[in-house]
């Protein structure tokens, strides 16, 4: 073996035995990977999970088969592109701001916190009627349970004259959304407008 792959295997070794040591085993180290790149794929614009992908084929040397619901997670991804692209194609109507939705294989999936939440009210019944009826169309085996909590929503907002961008999340869009035609806004409106536990 050539000194340059010997090296190079020993400090990937070197790397795996220092992430098992420091997580007190390989399954908790995989477990932890799991829940922190679920986080990072859930906020990822436009699909893009190339840097995930080569991330995962640098751990898979060490980890194997190990990685395997991480692989699946990956692939929903890439699976949930094409299945927008084509409901899009599908919807007779498209909402005016631009979506887009990770549909996941739950069992891979680490547990995802569910809370029963209403965010913009016409994105959310887009979301549960047509967008719903193109999929079940498309997978007419298959249901989707929507999970309006997780997520981001890039918005940008104007103020005096400047227009600045931001990264929320869809209750704190749906909170932002109640400004949208006026300066103020009741308490009792907002409540009424996002219902959270």
Known sequence: MPTDLKSKTSKSADIISTLCSIYGSADLFVNEYRSL???????TSNYDISLEMRSMELLKVGFGEDLSQCQIMLQDVIDSKRTHTNIMNKVKQEFPFDISTVIISHVFWPNLRNEE????KPLQDYLTGEY???YSELK???TLEWKFNLGFVELDLEFEGRTLSFTVSPVQATIILCFENTE???????????VYP
């Open 117 to 120: 939440v209403t965010v913009y």
């Open 140 to 142: 007419r085996s298959r």
């Open 184 to 194: 103020k806004c009741h308490a009792d409106t907002i409540s009424n407008t996002v």
């Open 37 to 43: 790149i679920a986080e990072k794929l859930l906020t």
């Open 132 to 134: 719903l009826a193109a």
